[in-house]
């Protein structure tokens, strides 16, 4: 059974970074896309950013490029979002999830496993 177990989250001031880190476990039928959600309170889950299995093709959320930066240790069977320049509106919980796809896509139905979250907040 593949697990994912996402790390890192906590209370940081605006301004500040987090780095959150996604560790999968389990055997995996084949390479695999790993991606970031987030979802806020009242609101759907929402894409953040993307990574395919060779880390040679990545995605991002058009409003969140230059902030938020996706990349994987395939070797390890991590991922990780490093976040920067934070800010209240980024108060969410972060997913990470895989897709068995050699793209880095980001709609919600392609990702078939999905971990638990991890709560990022950033106060004003």
């Known amino acids: 059974q593949v697990q994912l177990v996402e790390s890192g989250g906590g209370l940081v001031q605006a301004g500040g970074s987090l780095k959150l880190s996604c560790v999968v476990s389990?055997?995996?039928?084949?390479?695999?896309?790993m991606g970031w959600f987030r979802q806020a309170p009242g609101k759907e889950r929402e894409f953040v950013a993307a990574?395919?299995?060779?880390?040679?093709?990545?995605s991002y959320a058009e409003s969140l490029k230059g902030r938020f930066t996706i990349s994987r240790d395939t070797s390890k069977n991590m991922a990780y979002l490093q976040m920067n320049s934070l800010k209240p509106e980024d108060t969410a919980v972060y997913y990470c999830?895989?897709?068995?796809?050699?793209?880095?896509?980001?709609?919600?139905?392609?990702?078939?496993?999905w971990g638990q979250g991890t709560q990022v907040t950033v106060s004003s």
């Open positions: 389990g055997r995996t039928s084949s390479s695999y896309a």
């Open positions: 990574i395919n299995w060779s880390a040679r093709d990545t």
């Open positions: 999830a895989i897709g068995y796809t050699t793209r880095a896509v980001t709609t919600i139905d392609w990702y078939d496993v």
